[in-house]
């Protein structure tokens, strides 16, 4: 690595420090290569999973389970708050030092912009280092979407994910805008810890990718918790008050209004590229604003790739890993790997208890005309599964999707105890072409949640 008061040159540079990007900087440089790795925010080393995404949100998750009635709210959330940011700031900390000066590699920390499509500029003014690498990998992750509601970016009471996870007042009455993954996420946390929650969905149904059976499983849970869930609400407009902020929304032909000290939009995220000035390095983008890719995650600068939620794909921690894997495999491998070769991905809402899903829906097989089966068992009645009763958690349910004419796994969504957990193995099946009958009769350990599967496809329903 060759450097002047103001230039640096590596082999690599990786422009942010998300699981993608970090990932691959520590194999490159283990590699022998050059690497320069710059991040704009010290507070976010390691990237969104370990600050503010993940790791914050799973540990208030298990907190929030763990509240008893006779516990002050106030504290115990203050309790929890202090908790995550000791883990956080280990994490954020560890994962500076294990690459900082580790094999030669160096972290900047600055905001990026390309010069050209070899250079990028880390920083403004007299400070500004100019860094040119042979290579560039982007991986600045996506940001949160800001819906245009009239009144709702000026609200005092406006909050992101990330200023609730780092707040140490726990809101009493709380509006969550939209009913995704990230809103039934919260929504579950912060009931759990005593607050009042609404959340309002603008469509007709919760999780409308999922199958109506799941759905209303899901939706009895979170509303038995007491979370209010409300469909088909358009929300026009947001004010504030001295009482906290009032939100009105339509729902059949009516105006209704619902109070809150705290709302937070969780209608999406948008790839974060506006800092970037991607054109100076002559880099397209997509209609969606990502960073636009081919099959290897090359741009439409074949030395420069895009990794994680900025190239527009699934916004998960586990596929930036998996973009690392194929950049790597272009930098360092044979070059074969390939987005398109992903199959049997999982996906978990972390609510108490998790929803797990892979593969397709039992609506989805019968449109495609595929000849099936169904299985499909409440928890609390599944025999083989004494672990949801060791544990107090018998709620939810277990379905599978089966080819008919080769017992090979279609799709699954487990609503359970530890289903991100068997969610795992689920998906292993799928992808190998391991058949239900080969699930159902292994040998699990006792008492899990694993061992379910001993009995689950035996409960065929269609």
């Known amino acids: 690595m060759t450097t002047n008061s103001h230039s640096l040159t590596a082999d690599v540079v990786v422009i942010g420090f998300g699981k993608g990007g970090k990932t691959a900087a520590h194999v490159l440089a283990e590699a022998g290569k050059r690497i320069i790795l710059v991040e704009q925010d010290e507070n976010m080393y390691g990237g969104t999973c370990p600050n503010v995404g993940c790791v914050p949100s799973k540990m208030l998750v298990h907190y ?19 908790g995550v940011k000791a883990l956080t700031s280990a994490f954020r900390a560890g994962n500076f030092d294990s690459l900082n000066g580790q094999n030669g590699a160096v972290v900047l920390t600055g905001t990026a912009r390309f010069l050209d499509d070899h250079s990028v500029v880390v920083g403004e003014g007299r400070d500004a280092i100019t860094v040119t690498a ?41 509006v969550i805008i ?50 209010e869930l409300v469909t088909a609400a358009r929300v026009i407009a947001v004010r ?12 059949d032909g009516r105006t209704f209004e619902v109070a809150a000290d705290a709302i937070l939009p969780a209608t999406g995220r948008r790839p974060a590229i506006d800092n970037l000035d991607l054109a100076a390095a002559g880099i397209e983008v997509t209609q969606r604003g990502a960073v636009k890719v081919d099959d290897q995650l090359r741009t439409t600068q074949p030395h420069i790739f895009a990794l994680g939620d900025v190239n527009g794909g699934p916004q998960f921690t586990y596929v930036s890993l998996d ?8 930098l360092l491998g044979e070059g074969t790997r390939r987005v398109s070769d992903r199959v049997a991905v999982p996906h978990t809402l972390f609510i108490t208890p998790p929803l797990a899903t892979v593969g397709l829906t039992e609506t989805e097989a019968r449109a495609q ?24 958690e018998t709620r939810g349910l277990m379905k599978f999707i ?27 099946a799928v992808r190998h072409g391991i058949t239900a009958t080969q699930l159902r009769n292994s040998i699990y350990t006792h008492p899990s949640s694993t061992e379910a599967l001993n009995e689950v496809f035996d409960k065929v329903i269609s």
């Open 323 to 330: 973009d690392a894997r194929i950049v790597l495999d272009q």
């Open 64 to 82: 929030s389970s763990a509240r008893r009635l006779e516990d002050d709210k106030q504290e115990f959330f203050a309790q929890s708050v202090a």
């Open 134 to 174: 042979t290579t560039v990998l982007i991986n600045t992750g996506s940001e949160p979407l800001l819906p245009a509601l009239p009144g709702l970016a000026e609200s005092a009471h406006l909050v992101s994910g990330t200023d609730l996870i780092q707040k140490d007042r726990l809101p009493s009455r709380l």
């Open 369 to 392: 005309g595929l000849n099936i089966t169904v299985s499909r068992e409440n928890v609390a009645d599944i025999v083989a599964m004494p672990r949801a009763y060791t544990v107090e």
């Open 240 to 251: 504030d008050n001295e009482n906290g902020a009032v939100i009105s929304y339509e729902k």
């Open 178 to 227: 939209g009913g995704g993954y990230l809103g039934l996420e919260f929504a579950d946390i912060y009931r759990h810890f005593g607050t009042d929650v609404t959340v309002l969905e603008a469509g007709d149904r919760f999780l409308a990718r999922e199958d109506p059976d799941i759905a209303d499983a899901v939706t009895g849970i979170l509303e038995g918790d007491g979370i």
């Open 402 to 428: 089966v080819d008919a004419d080769t017992d090979t796994i279609l799709g699954a969504a487990l609503l359970s105890i530890d289903a991100q957990e068997i969610i795992n193995l689920v998906s292993l």
